[in-house]
């Protein structure tokens, strides 16, 4: 049971003073890959994926863009291999007790100008033969029907689909990943 708690107006100080501490920092490559140790659920992954492209800030439109898979949440595989938009379209009208990730999404929602805050990592190219595989298995051997996206969100699925629930955007901005070939 929760006994206690902050306001919205709390937690948006403390994302603000984290935010600001970050930035402070001048972080070299080293520093930043420790970072992602401590604050990742998957570390090594992103890491590699940190490494394995060149960054850069833009902004895109969410309709060129695919989920991460095999997983994002509680949400079924059948969806998330579809397009953003099409991912968004399920969790506005999904029952949030039937699948906890979209109730975790429509509250995150309900905070926009945190959001606003994080960007998502997108990765191009977003179609690769990969996510067949590892769809394969995690969820079993089918004839998956992946949407060739221009792009894939590769960190900040809930965030991004929160965002854009909350603002109903056109574009997002993104920390964009180049592959380096």
């Known amino acids: ?17 984290v935010r ?15 970072r992602l140790q401590e604050l990742d659920s998957n570390p090594e992954y992103r890491i590699q994926v940190f490494e394995n492209c060149c960054w850069r800030k833009e902004t895109v ?3 060129d863009l695919g989920t991460t898979l095999p997983r994002l949440g509680s949400l079924p595989p059948e969806v998330i291999t579809g397009t953003l938009s ?8 999904a029952d949030p007790d039937k699948y906890q990730s979209v109730k975790y999404i429509r509250g995150l929602a309900e905070l926009p100008d945190v959001l606003n805050r994080f960007y998502p990592w997108i990765i191009t190219p977003g179609n690769r033969q990969s996510k067949v595989e590892r769809m394969n298995k ?17 960190d900040g699925n ?10 109903n955007p056109d574009e997002v901005e993104c920390f964009m990943g180049y592959k380096h070939h």
Do not use: C, P
């Open 1 to 17: 049971m929760i006994t206690g708690g902050s306001t919205e107006e709390e937690l948006k100080e403390i994302i603000e003073k």
């Open 61 to 63: 439109k969410f309709e």
């Open 158 to 167: 809930h965030r991004t689909i929160a965002k854009i629930l909350a603002n």
């Open 86 to 93: 099409e991912v968004v379209e399920f969790v506005k009208h």
């Open 138 to 154: 995690v969820h079993g051997e089918r004839n998956w029907n992946i949407a060739d996206t221009w792009g894939m969100i590769n």
């Open 20 to 34: 600001q501490e970050y930035l402070e920092e001048d972080y070299s490559l080293d520093e930043k890959k420790e």
